[in-house]
């Protein structure tokens, strides 16, 4: 009797990872900027046996012009509306376009697998990030609403599929990029400083692609003798800058910007000058994906975020 109540025990566990394990995702998770992006959206199973009936997609921002794929058997219809703001498109801006799209009227088996198609322009203007594509799965009998993202590190029952965009210009890590578990690390640089300087700024992006928060806990550099995590505001007029003793947060699905008068690394106690053109090579130290390598490419004494990196540089959006 032991021994049959382990193996139902078992069986129960199996059955219930297959099911949370069986979400509606994407065939192909990243893209690029400035690109069209052909989203398959992947269907494996039902509701607790029940065949799917419906599937609803709401298209992310900066998803431009989304058009749907017939699919014989299902009626398509699409929702439009405004989008979060213009982008550019065919040379024009777009203000408004297809927000939601919806397959219904057909049959798919809970046994069976199958597969819902758009496709969309991913606005340049929106950058590189981490796009949630939220998905309501109904059934006979029931539904799946494929829409959650991780907020604070919580596991997610229902999580909606996620695609990774890269910036324009960027369809793989390149010189300058790091991938580091979920976290991509885009496009380290320093300033050039003036004979005798004992400090420099750091700046970077990073994105993070997981469902779970990281954070930035400081690093090293080659030239100074150690790297604290700064932020830089503007309080009554006044500018502050502090230490963030306990690092800073990189949350699910989003890309946090280092660059200057506001969040940076500082270079304390530097051993030599930085000159512009060179590469200074250091480590970034997370909590969750641990040491990193980096590489900061230096720019000039005035450079601002977003600026061209020197020829000798790595890659720059």
């Not at 060179?278 to 980096?294: H, I, N, P, Q, S």
Request: glycine share 12%; with cysteine.
């Amino acid at each position: 009797m032991t021994r049959i109540l382990l193996s139902g025990a078992a069986l129960a566990v199996a059955l219930f990872t297959s099911s949370a394990q069986a979400h509606v995702t994407l065939e192909k998770a990243d893209a690029t900027a400035g690109t069209f992006y052909k989203a398959v959206l992947k269907v494996g199973h039902g509701c607790e046996g029940s065949p799917t009936t419906q599937i609803k997609v709401t298209v992310p921002n900066g998803f431009v012009a989304a058009k749907p794929m017939p699919k014989p058997g299902w009626t398509v219809e699409t929702a439009s509306g405004p989008y979060d703001r213009a982008y550019a498109f065919h040379g024009k801006p777009v203000a408004e376009g297809v927000t939601a799209i919806t397959w219904s009227g057909g049959s798919l088996p809970d046994g069976q697998y199958d597969e819902f198609v758009f496709v969309a322009f991913l606005a340049p203007e929106a950058g590189a990030r981490a796009a949630p594509v939220p998905v309501v799965q109904t059934c006979v009998k029931g539904e799946h609403r494929w829409v959650e993202v991780a907020q604070g590190g919580a596991k997610l029952a229902a999580p909606a599929p996620v695609l990774k965009i890269a910036a324009a210009g960027a369809a793989a890590p390149a010189a300058g990029t790091v991938e580091a578990g979920d976290l991509v690390i885009d496009a380290p640089w320093s300033r050039a400083t003036p004979g005798g300087a004992k400090v420099a700024g750091g700046f970077l992006r990073i994105t993070n692609t997981g469902t779970t928060p990281d954070r930035l806990l400081g690093g090293t550099f080659s030239r100074s003798g150690s790297v604290q995590v700064h932020e830089m505001a503007v309080n009554n007029g006044v500018m502050t800058m502090r230490e963030l003793a306990d690092g800073l947060e990189i949350a699910p699905g989003q890309t946090v910007e280092l660059a200057p008068g506001g969040y940076h690394l500082m270079f304390m106690d530097l051993r030599e000058p930085l000159k512009e053109g060179e590469t200074v090579t250091g480590t970034l130290r997370f909590k969750t994906a641990g040491t990193v390598d980096v590489s900061f490419v230096v720019r000039g004494i005035g450079a601002k975020a977003g600026a061209p990196a020197p020829a000798a540089g790595g890659h720059q959006h």
